[in-house]
């Protein structure tokens, strides 16, 4: 089969058709290959691919394939993870309604209908990318046999204990209007104001104490008081009651070892609730709960003249009316990091509510000795989990008050308060459509749970869904826990986290063997991509001109857990070296017709090749045995190329996949920068001689193995490269079966006698090029002088390679330093100088320059010359040419690349 000219990178989608037409990625359960299962990571569907989810995607794909390719059967499945607030919004924004304009299943079927649309165009970008998937693994949390798993943990969870109901002060997004975890709080910092408040003691209202605080607007919550037990400023004031200015209700001075001493006065208003502070003390000290923040975020009915009024514009109006009743003594500008949604970005607030939660606490020693068996690439990764199980002060709210997620299967009785859990058998179920129970007590009318599961409830059991839970218990017992989970490191805290507290909750066991964390996206500009900043770039952007093998290049060519900056140049770079080695291969199959290409193959296949190692023979399997494969160039290539397959086989076993750039080094430059050129003789001579066939065949032989085992490493990156060009070679099983590394061909002495031929070849090449001489033009003469007694013996061996790929008539190598000597040949006066300073002499003065002996010249040029005519100095001179001469004759001269004291002369 012939290659075309160009590589085009539109062949890639025929690859993808094949691919997907042949289910070459199916899991076989193969019970005579081992199980390799990958806990994928399930996306938001939103429709659009962007370029974390291409850098994700490749990471696991090459772990895939990889395993694949090393006799693993893998269970690469993907999933969406359809649930939650994103849709919601959006449907409410594309129909321009809200969420309570319309009946709650009415606009679930909107969510529904959305995300089956977006899930359809992920699903295709994820194809373009050549990712390896099993898609009759695929799995959608919004269908019934995803939320009956869903919802069954929940309920396996109930009964043990682990999941209960009450009222607990939970973060709460007035944006969103809804609960949500600790893990999904993030931090932003902003400079607000630290104001002092005056807080007149009780019995005595002309004297008072200062209060520091950043949210006066929480002042008709304020419970408390605390200060530092040692503090010895306020050691008279425990004890005592203050009155809270403009709201006036009197509260008690609690010592408390919390309180930091330093920051404002050292007092603190304990208020339900600012922060999680306030929580704790709430409860160290027995304090009442007032509600002053409602779910909408504006103030409540206990604020008074201030109920309705939103969070920031109460805060303005509180401190204006402090301020003109004599209580503000001063303000001070305090910079503070606030919690906010991790999707909003609005402030949070603490709020008292009736939700559902996890009792985290209870599962935490399991979890963290889960963790610590858990295999963490990189190591330090883990850390942060550890960290955060170390901080855990709340158990996990699992509620949300929104409609499109997994129902919470209950119902409550008016008329006892009893809390009625399905039953396993009756899952899936949404209690707002249907209750098929009656209560203990004989009610029959019982009330639907309208709030949902956190989505992270879904995709917290997806390692457990895809090795079998629930459809297929024995594959699940044999399967469970399953090889892998890669993951960014933005969600160790929820996804992980929650992960592995399910995983111990319902199996007792943690959820993988192994755990891969990537870094994110950043923009060229050094910033994560937003699109605020401008710097977004789409996946699809790159691969229209590049293709996708470029992209997964740039993407493996980055270290795990770490960051990754976008660079177009990168990109490029990975597409130059495809078009690189695919006119290499080009060039090649020039020279290896598919006959020869069978013949290799038989060969490789049937029987095995004579090695001329050291001056001994041996067999090794697997190769040729119709020629002795001594050539020095040859074996130098295949040494080279076996320590290649066998750094990138521990490289990529360990997640090392920047491995990638040892590939493309040995392509680039040690394969077609010097061994093609160092063989082109070869493949070219004409001879009807035994050896020269011989001799050719060698090279055959050397460029079929290196191509078709470089395509073997590489189809793990390039994928599609690899399979077009190794349709074109003939490779058999090319996704399935990895290079076998041949030690016999590791040596280092056939190595250091290569780079003698490489750099000699290197070095005459660009005498070549810098002379303007074609590459392939006849030097009739060359003499090599080595004095290392080493690299001397070397370069006899390469002789027939050097004189060949140089096209040296005649190449004699001497042990020893050349006779050379410098002489000047030439010299051209400076007639311009001359003319006008000696006039009716000039010519004279010319010729006695012309005829002087070298001795009078260097005279001239160094400190001038008094002549009949006059001083002569090197301005009368315009050039001199000198030249090396070597036993009389004129020579040119070069150094060799890295030999001691190598030197060419070329006659």
């Known amino acids: 089969m012939e290659m075309p000219k160009e590589y085009s990178i539109e062949l890639e989608k025929e690859i993808q058709k094949k691919w997907e037409k042949n289910k070459i990625y199916k899991f076989k359960n193969d019970e005579k290959r081992p199980p390799y299962i990958i806990d994928t990571p399930p996306p938001y569907p939103t429709g659009r691919m962007h370029l974390g989810h291409a850098l994700n995607w490749t990471y696991m794909d090459i772990i895939a394939r990889f395993k694949r390719m090393n006799n693993y059967d893998v269970l690469f499945p993907q999933g969406w993870d359809c649930h939650g607030l994103p849709t919601e919004v959006k449907v409410e924004e594309i129909y321009g309604i809200t969420k309570s304009d319309i009946d709650r299943h009415e606009f679930r079927k909107l969510c529904i209908e ?28 919004m269908n019934p046999d995803y939320v009956k798993k869903s919802q069954t943990a929940f309920v396996r969870m109930y009964k043990k204990g682990l999941i209960y109901r009450g009222k607990h002060p939970v973060n709460w997004c007035p944006r969103c209007q809804t609960a949500i975890a600790f893990a999904e ?63 006036n209700q009197e509260v008690k001075v609690y010592p408390d070892k919390d309180v930091e001493k330093e920051f404002g006065t050292g007092v603190v208003m304990v208020c339900t609730f600012g922060d999680k502070t306030d929580v704790v003390w709430v409860n160290r000290h027995g304090l009442e709960v007032k509600k002053a923040i409602n779910e909408k975020g504006e103030l409540s009915e206990i604020c008074g003249k201030y109920a309705g009024m939103k969070t920031e514009d109460a805060r303005k109006q509180i401190i204006e009316d402090l301020k003109n009743e004599g209580y503000l003594i001063k303000q001070e500008p305090l910079k503070q990091n606030v919690g906010v949604c991790w999707r909003c970005k609005t402030p949070i607030e603490i709020i008292v509510g009736d939700q559902w939660f996890v009792n985290v606490k ?28 170390d901080d855990m002060d709340w158990d996990w709210c699992i509620s949300r008050q929104r409609l499109f997620a997994t129902p919470i299967p209950v119902w409550y009785c008016p008329d006892c308060g009893e809390i009625i859990v399905a039953k396993e058998e009756d899952l899936p179920i949404d209690p707002t459509k249907e209750c098929p129970y ?9 009330i639907p749970e309208t709030d949902v599961l956190d989505t992270w409830m879904d995709s917290s059991i997806t390692p457990m869904v895809i090795a079998g839970w629930m459809d297929d218990e024995e594959f699940f017992k044999s399967h469970y826990p399953v090889q892998l989970r890669p993951q960014g490191h933005d969600i160790i805290r929820t996804w992980a986290f929650y992960t592995i507290i399910k995983s111990i909750a319902l199996t007792d066991k943690k959820p993988w063997d192994e755990i891969v964390i990537n870094g994110m996206v950043f923009g060229e500009d050094g910033y994560k991509m937003s699109k605020s900043r401008g710097n977004i770039v789409e996946p699809f952007e790159i691969t229209k001109n590049y293709g996708s093998d470029a992209l997964r290049l740039w993407a493996a060519n980055s270290t795990l857990g770490n960051d990754v900056p976008f660079a177009w140049k990168e990109v490029d770079y990975g597409y130059r070296f495809l078009r690189k080695f695919w006119n290499a291969s080009r060039f090649a199959k020039m020279n290896l017709d598919d006959e020869t290409i069978d013949a290799i193959k038989n060969i490789i296949n049937d029987s095995k090749v004579k090695l001329n190692l050291g001056g001994e023979e041996g067999d090794v399997p697997n190769s040729c045995n119709c020629v002795n494969l001594n050539n020095p160039v040859d074996l ?98 090319l996704h399935t079966s990895w290079c076998v590394i041949d030690e016999n061909l590791i040596n280092e002495e056939n190595e250091y006698i290569g780079e003698i031929a490489k750099n000699t070849v290197a070095s005459i090449r660009r005498y070549k090029s810098n002379k303007g001489m074609p590459l392939n033009a006849e030097l009739k003469n ?25 096209n040296i008539k005649e190449l004699n190598i001497i042990n020893g330093k050349p006779e050379l000597e410098q002489k000047i040949v030439e010299v051209i006066p400076n007639k311009s100088k001359i003319g006008p300073e000696f006039k009716k002499d000039s010519k004279k003065v010319m010729d006695f320059i012309k005829d002087a002996d070298e001795e009078t010249i260097e005279k001239i040029l160094n400190e001038g010359l008094e002549t009949e005519f006059g001083l002569l100095t090197k301005e009368h001179i315009k050039s001199v040419k000198r030249a090396l001469l070597n036993k009389g004759k004129i020579v040119e001269t070069m150094d060799i690349d890295g030999l001691v004291d190598g030197i060419a002369i070329i006659k």
């Open 114 to 141: 959305l995300t089956e649309e977006n899930i359809k165009k992920m699903r295709e970008q994820v194809k373009s990318l050549g990712i390896s998937i099993d898609w009759d693994r695929e799995y959608i949390t």
């Open 636 to 733: 130098w290539i295949l040494s080279k190329l076996n320590k290649l397959i066998k750094k990138v086989s521990e490289d990529l076993e360990n997640y090392k996949f920047n491995t990638i750039a040892d590939i493309q080094k040995f392509v680039w430059h040690e394969f077609c920068d010097n061994y093609i050129e160092m063989v082109k003789y070869r493949l070219y001579n004409k001879e009807d001689t035994g050896e020269a066939k011989i001799s050719k065949f060698n090279a055959q032989y050397t460029l079929y193995t290196v191509i078709t085992n470089t395509l073997k490493l590489m189809a793990p990156f390039a994928p599609h490269f690899a399979d077009i060009v190794g349709d074109i070679y003939k490779v058999d099983n």
């Open 782 to 806: 060359v003499e090599i002088y080595v004095l290392d007694e080493n690299e001397y013996e070397g370069i006899l061996k390469v002789v027939g390679d050097i004189k060949g790929a140089l």
């Open 438 to 446: 009656t209560c203990k007590c004989g009610n029959k009318n019982l």
């Open 185 to 247: 709080v993030d931090y932003k910092e902003r400079t607000s104001k630290l104001n002092y408040i005056k807080f007149p003691y009780s019995e005595d209202e002309n004297k008072y104490l200062e209060i520091a605080t950043s949210r006066p607007e929480l002042l008709a919550a304020c419970v408390g008081i605390v200060v530092h037990p040692e503090d010895e400023r306020y050691k008279d004031v425990v004890g005592k009651t203050v009155k809270v200015p403009l709201f």
């Open 362 to 389: 209870k599962l935490l020693p399991k979890v963290k000795q889960a963790t610590n068996e858990i295999k963490w690439i990189p190591e330090h990764m883990k850390t942060r989990l550890l960290q955060w199980i």
